[in-house]
């Protein structure tokens, strides 16, 4: 069975940095696309990125580029998010989710097509 468990959320100020990880179990990181996605109180789930089956990476949101960052650990079945000079805006919850993918290039920004996912690890900004 395909779990997520993400970890790494916490409270930080305004410019700080954190890591969330999202340990994958029951399938191989090979096999999967992953994406990471947050949601804010009162706001719409939205994408922040994807990597690939293939562990081809993307970021979405012009917001984000040059400030988050997304990797995976083969070994350690992790994906990660970096998440630097963070804001007031990057509160939210932030969930990772999979979908089996034998095309090792595909990612998508619709959490419908995601089957699977973790908990979600909260995030907070504020200074």
């Known amino acids: 069975q395909l779990q997520l468990v993400e970890s790494g959320g916490g409270l930080v100020q305004p410019g700080e940095s954190l890591r969330l990880s999202c340990i994958v179990s029951?399938?191989?990181?090979?096999?999967?696309?992953i994406a990471w996605f947050r949601q804010a109180p009162g706001k719409r789930r939205e994408i922040v990125s994807c990597?690939?089956?293939?562990?081809?990476?993307?970021i979405y949101l012009d917001s984000m580029k040059g400030r988050f960052s997304s990797s995976r650990d083969g070994a350690k079945s992790t994906i990660y998010l970096e998440m630097n000079n963070l804001s007031l805006e990057d509160t939210a919850v932030y969930y990772c989710?999979?979908?089996?993918?034998?095309?090792?290039?595909?990612?998508?920004?619709?959490?419908?097509?995601?089957?699977?996912w973790g908990q979600g690890t909260q995030v907070t900004v504020s200074s």
């Open positions: 989710a999979a979908r089996p993918s034998r095309n090792r290039n595909w990612c998508t920004n619709s959490a419908t097509l995601f089957g699977t």
């Open positions: 990597i690939s089956s293939g562990g081809g990476p993307t």
């Open positions: 029951g399938s191989t990181l090979s096999l999967l696309t």
